[in-house]
T-cell receptor, first 114, second 111 residues
Framework: GAGVSQSPSNKVTEKGKDVELRCDPISGHTALYWYRQSLGQGLEFLIYFQGNSAPDKSGLPSDRFSAERTGGSVSTLTIQRTQQEDSAVYLC????????????FGPGTRLTVT | GESVGLHLPTLSVQEGDNSIINCAYSNSASDYFIWYKQESGKGPQFIIDIRSNMDKRQGQRVTVLLNKTVKHLSLQIAATQPGDSAVYFCAENQAGTALIFGKGTTLSVSS
C-alpha cells in the first residue's frame, strides 16, 4: 500500500527565500509529525498534529518555521527567510494515533540553503 | 534537556556474527521505546518496539532488551547480514508525545 510521501525530494534555495515542504501521510492516520535531520545527526522533533487538536509546536526552532495540516491529511511545513543552518533533511511521519503507535516515515526532503 | 544517546557511533561486524547496539536514555518517565533502521537516502524504518512494562521483546532475528534500572536499551541482531548495514537509532516516547531520537550507530557488515 501507499506509504508516507514527501515533496519535493530535493530543494535548493537561496538564503532569505521562503520554502514549502509537503507531506502526504498514510490514509487514515490521525497523527502527523515533522522532524529535522542534520548531516550525521539524529532526528530532531519539530511539530506534530493529532486529529483536530491544537498542534504541538514545541520543537519549532524559531518563528520562521510554521506548519499546517489541511483537512486532517496533507501537511505543509513552511520556512520563511531561510538561513544556511536550515539546511537538513526534513522528515515527515504519520501514525494511527499518539503514544504506542508505530510512526511510518517518508523519504524526506533534502533542503539546501545556499 | 533530557535526550536519548548511543554508546558507540560505529560498529563493524563480520557477516554471520551477532550484533549488539546499545542506547542509554535519561528520561525515567519514558514508557515506550523504538528502534529504527535508516539506510542511506531513506527515511527511518521501524524495526521493533518495547513498552516499559516489559524487559525483553523478540522479533525476527532481532531482540530488544530494556533495563529500566540503569535506563539502558539494546538491540541484538542475530546472524548479521550485509543488508543489515545501516544507521540504527533508538527513540523514546512518553505516551502522547513525539519521539526523542538518539544520534545513531552506523553498523557496517563485511562479507
Amino acid at each position: 500500500g501507499a506509504g508516507v510521501s514527501q515533496s519535493p525530494s530535493n530543494k535548493v534555495t537561496e538564503k532569505g527565500k521562503d520554502v514549502e515542504l509537503r507531506c502526504d501521510p498514510i490514509s487514515g492516520h490521525t497523527a502527523l509529525y515533522w522532524y529535522r535531520q542534520s548531516l550525521g545527526q539524529g532526528l530532531e522533533f519539530l511539530i506534530y498534529f493529532q486529529g483536530n487538536s491544537a498542534p504541538d509546536k514545541s520543537g519549532l526552532p524559531s518563528d520562521r518555521f510554521s506548519a499546517e495540516r489541511t483537512g486532517g491529511s496533507v501537511s505543509t511545513l513552511t520556512i520563511q527567510r531561510t538561513q544556511q543552518e536550515d539546511s537538513a533533511v526534513y522528515l515527515c511521519a504519520s501514525s494511527s494515533g499518539l503514544g504506542f503507535y508505530e510512526q511510518y516515515f517518508g523519504p524526506g526532503t533534502r533542503l539546501t540553503v545556499t | 534537556g533530557e535526550s536519548v544517546g548511543l554508546h558507540l557511533p560505529t560498529l563493524s561486524v563480520q557477516e554471520g556474527d551477532n550484533s549488539i547496539i546499545n542506547c542509554a536514555y535519561s528520561n525515567s518517565a519514558s514508557d515506550y521505546f523504538i528502534w529504527y533502521k535508516q539506510e542511506s537516502g531513506k527515511g527511518p524504518q521501524f524495526i521493533i518496539d518495547i513498552r516499559s512494562n516489559m524487559d525483553k521483546r523478540q522479533g525476527q532475528r532481532v531482540t530488544v532488551l530494556l533495563n529500566k534500572t540503569v535506563k539502558h536499551l539494546s538491540l541484538q541482531i542475530a546472524a548479521t547480514q550485509p543488508g543489515d548495514s545501516a544507521v540504527y537509532f533508538c527513540a523514546e516516547n512518553q505516551a502522547g508525545t513525539a519521539l526523542i531520537f538518539g544520534k545513531g550507530t552506523t553498523l557496517s557488515v563485511s562479507s
